[in-house]
């Protein structure tokens, strides 16, 4: 199932595939994440969605998990030259 889910990843833009194999890799039910993208005002726009009681592993402590999956997607858009934004859908 693992490569399935690695081939899913290469097939989406650098954005969502990195944020997809962070994410999978931090909760219980990996097989229910799933990352869609938008463009909003010329801003990529990824929204993630988890299981119910795998949201708190992606928010973290005191929100720095999320943070710092923030932080990823804003450093990887700045290599491709757009601008994005994470959003945590429950």
């Known amino acids: 199932m693992a490569d399935v889910a690695d081939t899913q990843a290469a097939k989406a833009s650098p954005l969502s595939a990195v944020v997809e194999v962070v994410a999978r890799a931090l909760v219980d039910h990996p ?4 990352v869609r993208e938008s463009i909003r005002r ?3 726009i990824l929204e993630l969605t988890t299981a119910p009681g795998d ?10 998990t999320a943070a710092a999956l923030r932080t990823l997607v ?3 858009a700045e290599q491709q030259g757009t601008r994005a934004q994470l959003d945590i859908r429950d």
């Open 31 to 34: 097989d229910a994440v799933k």
């Open 42 to 44: 010329g801003m990529t």
């Open 55 to 64: 949201m708190g592993k992606i928010i973290g402590r005191q929100g720095r």
């Open 74 to 76: 804003s450093l990887t």
